[in-house]
């Protein structure tokens, strides 16, 4: 094409960009629901363990790693109980939002390895949320995950001390997918997976709160990582405090 056919042809691209950068620009953005903690509900709750506990605390030997062992935090995290009631339940809000979609928030979620442990113990995810792995152990560690929902990747990443982070991202619900260090085999965790930002880990008193609720009828879901699932139907209105508490026995 010589100089002039492309001064000819000028007035007809011009025509259709325009039209092409048009179309991108008026793509229909994402509408999401908001969470309104002035008008929702707030869902709280207490994690209660009957019957006997387990032996309690059991004793990890660290003594592979002299940096581990250092840290004399050496105890199973598998039942962790005070009066009854018991820590690192995840509790989520399975049914009941219909098509409702939530934005993700940027906020990653934090995992550490600290005194050769996860930290925390068990954590919650929005769908697409990062989630940020670190080392800030003297000493090297191993993140490694296999999730089994399609659309979750396995993934094995060795960190070296006091390094990270080391990003990633879940695209689909999955519960208590297991997190383990290969280099230390008692260093165990659990991430869960969810669509909404309703979720919460029972604190070291067993209690939980989930704030925001749009008033509805859900089914609410607690998971403890050797006792299971169980769960219940609630109803809330606007502004209402709602309780629910849940029960394990031992198995």
Known sequence: MNLSQVVRALPALALLLPAGCSKSAH???????????????????????????????????????????????????????????????????????????????????RIDQKGCRFLPHVSGAMVGQQVEFTNSDPTMHNVHMMPAASGNDSFDVSQGPNSGPDRRQFHAPELMIPLRCNNHPWMQAYVNVVSNPFFAVSDAQGHYTIRGLPPGTYTVVADQEQLGQQSATITVAARQSAAQDFTYTAH
Request: hydrophobic share 35%; proline share 7%; net charge negative.
């Open 27 to 109: 793509a229909p953005a994402a509408t999401y629901t908001q969470i309104d903690e002035a008008t929702g509900a707030t869902l709280t709750g207490t994690i209660h363990y009957a019957g006997k506990p387990p032996a309690q605390p059991v004793e990890i030997d660290m003594a592979q790693d002299p940096a581990c062992s250092l840290s004399g935090a050496n105890m199973s995290e598998q039942y962790v109980l005070h009066g009854g009631a018991m820590a690192n339940v995840f509790v989520s809000i399975k049914d009941g939002l219909g098509n409702k979609t939530y934005a993700v928030t940027r906020t990653p979620v």
